[in-house]
Protein backbone atom coordinates (compact mmCIF):
# COMPACT_ATOMS: atom_id res chain seq x y z
CA UNK A 1 0.00 0.00 0.00
CA UNK A 2 1.60 3.15 -1.10
CA UNK A 3 1.56 5.89 1.71
CA UNK A 4 -0.16 9.54 0.43
CA UNK A 5 1.21 11.66 3.33
CA UNK A 6 3.57 13.39 1.28
CA UNK A 7 0.95 14.33 -0.98
CA UNK A 8 -1.80 15.30 2.09
CA UNK A 9 0.82 16.88 3.85
CA UNK A 10 1.53 19.36 0.78
CA UNK A 11 -2.46 19.92 0.20
CA UNK A 12 -3.07 20.70 4.26
CA UNK A 13 -0.51 22.90 4.27
CA UNK A 14 -1.75 24.74 0.99
CA UNK A 15 -5.19 25.28 2.76
CA UNK A 16 -3.91 26.36 5.67
CA UNK A 17 -2.00 29.17 3.71
CA UNK A 18 1.06 28.43 5.37
CA UNK A 19 4.94 27.82 4.32
CA UNK A 20 6.95 24.92 5.07
CA UNK A 21 8.81 26.57 7.79
CA UNK A 22 5.43 27.55 9.56
CA UNK A 23 4.70 23.84 9.51
CA UNK A 24 7.93 22.63 11.05
CA UNK A 25 8.22 25.48 13.88
CA UNK A 26 4.22 24.63 14.47
CA UNK A 27 5.36 20.80 15.58
CA UNK A 28 9.31 21.72 16.37
CA UNK A 29 11.16 20.32 13.69
CA UNK A 30 14.06 21.49 11.35
CA UNK A 31 12.71 22.90 7.58
CA UNK A 32 14.54 20.16 6.31
CA UNK A 33 12.94 17.54 7.80
CA UNK A 34 9.35 18.68 6.93
CA UNK A 35 10.32 19.50 3.50
CA UNK A 36 11.94 15.62 3.39
CA UNK A 37 8.16 14.36 4.60
CA UNK A 38 6.39 16.32 1.87
CA UNK A 39 8.63 15.43 -0.81
CA UNK A 40 8.31 11.43 0.11
CA UNK A 41 11.99 10.92 1.09
CA UNK A 42 11.34 10.28 5.12
CA UNK A 43 8.13 9.27 7.07
CA UNK A 44 7.21 10.87 9.94
CA UNK A 45 7.12 9.04 13.62
CA UNK A 46 4.06 8.45 15.32
CA UNK A 47 4.71 11.51 17.76
CA UNK A 48 5.27 13.83 14.71
CA UNK A 49 2.26 12.17 12.73
CA UNK A 50 0.37 13.14 15.96
CA UNK A 51 1.26 16.21 15.49
CA UNK A 52 1.06 16.96 12.31
CA UNK A 53 -2.51 15.30 12.47
CA UNK A 54 -3.40 17.76 15.53
CA UNK A 55 -1.97 20.80 13.49
CA UNK A 56 -4.09 20.15 10.44
CA UNK A 57 -7.04 18.73 12.52
CA UNK A 58 -8.08 15.70 10.59
CA UNK A 59 -6.90 11.98 11.61
CA UNK A 60 -3.60 10.31 11.22
CA UNK A 61 -5.61 8.07 8.99
CA UNK A 62 -6.62 10.62 6.96
CA UNK A 63 -3.09 11.84 6.62
CA UNK A 64 -1.65 8.62 5.92
CA UNK A 65 -4.26 7.83 2.97
CA UNK A 66 -6.01 5.08 4.87
CA UNK A 67 -9.26 6.99 5.16
CA UNK A 68 -11.12 9.74 3.19
CA UNK A 69 -12.41 11.07 6.18
CA UNK A 70 -10.71 14.22 8.06
Given at each position: ME??????????????K???VQ????IGV?E??Y???E????L????????L???????I?????????R
Amino acid sequence: MELAINKRLKELRKEKKETQVQVAAAIGVVEQYYQKLEYGTNLPGIENAWKLADHFGVTIDYLVGRSDDR
